[in-house]
């Protein structure tokens, strides 16, 4: 699981909380139920009706996918593609119909399977191409929902200040009191900021990171694919796969494919 959306929310959080601290106040000054309410309620609701119902009712899945996503090093998929190059030039591309059962990789699965079936070259280009631009469409509009709540969440945020301030006003004749309800009038303005800057906008821009991840990935599979099915050199493969990754993640699997080939 990589951990930096959760690292990075947390952190922030903290830091906030720990600086009103260092300020001589207090987190629970902060907290207050109807202030957040108004700005996390608000802010959804606003998302959701400039949206389909469909991306509301994913948020949760599409939230719990940006805090727990597991992003796995690339250089173990070109390893099994190059794995299965192998096999499918010594034996056949058939022979990896036994093969293809045990990959876990679905958009792999899915290719390779095609391939097997003796699908054009040029018609599994286009169909794997098109689930990649299908897949893309999706995430971007799942993004999408996060990145419209980071900017109604302020907005609300002010409107949550404006309310507070007029219940000020109608009670002018408490001095006592004025203090701590202009405090408290200004708190949904606060959390407004702090929701879209420190967890809205974050999770939208993690969610867009994922999905480029991912098509980066499944394009690798699409020419890996191709690369199988049309019987290329398994050493020809690899190399074309690597070319493809990152510079970083290129010289890990070229170390570890080294490694193996003095082993």
């Known amino acids: 699981m990589d951990i930096s959306t959760i ?12 600086v009103q601290i260092l300020e001589g106040g207090s987190p629970s000054s902060i907290i207050l139920i109807p202030s957040m309410l108004l700005v996390f309620g608000g802010a959804f609701m606003a998302g959701m009706a400039g949206g389909v119902l469909k991306d509301a009712t994913g948020a949760g899945k599409q939230l719990q996918k940006a805090f727990l996503a597991k992003v796995t090093p690339p ?5 099994n593609i190059v794995k299965l190059a192998e096999r499918a030039r010594r034996e056949g591309l058939l022979a990896l119909e036994d093969a293809v059962k045990t990959v876990e990789h679905p958009f792999l699965k899915r290719g390779l399977q095609l391939a097997i079936d003796g699908t054009d070259p040029e018609e599994l280009h286009d169909i794997l191409h098109a689930e990649i631009a299908a897949k893309k ?3 971007k509009a799942s993004s999408k929902l996060f990145e419209n709540m980071g900017g109604y969440a302020p907005t609300i945020g002010i409107i949550g200040t404006v309310m507070g301030l007029v219940h000020v006003l109608e009670n002018l004749n408490k001095p006592d009191t004025l203090g701590h309800s202009i405090s408290a009038a200004f708190v949904a303005t606060l959390w407004g900021v702090l929701s879209a800057n420190l967890i809205w906008l974050p999770v939208a821009a993690r969610l867009t990171r994922l999905s480029a991840v991912e098509a980066e990935e499944m394009e690798l599979v699409v020419d890996g694919v191709l690369a199988i099915q049309a019987g290329s050199n398994p050493r020809l493969v690899a190399q074309k796969l690597r070319s493809l990754l990152p510079p970083d993640e290129a010289k890990k699997a070229e170390a570890a494919a080294s490694t193996k080939k003095a082993a």
Request: aromatic share 4%; no cysteine; charged share 15%.
């Open 7 to 18: 690292v990075g929310v947390v952190v922030s959080l903290v830091i906030v909380f720990t």
């Open 137 to 139: 469409k999706a995430d």
């Open 75 to 79: 250089t173990q998929l070109v390893e």
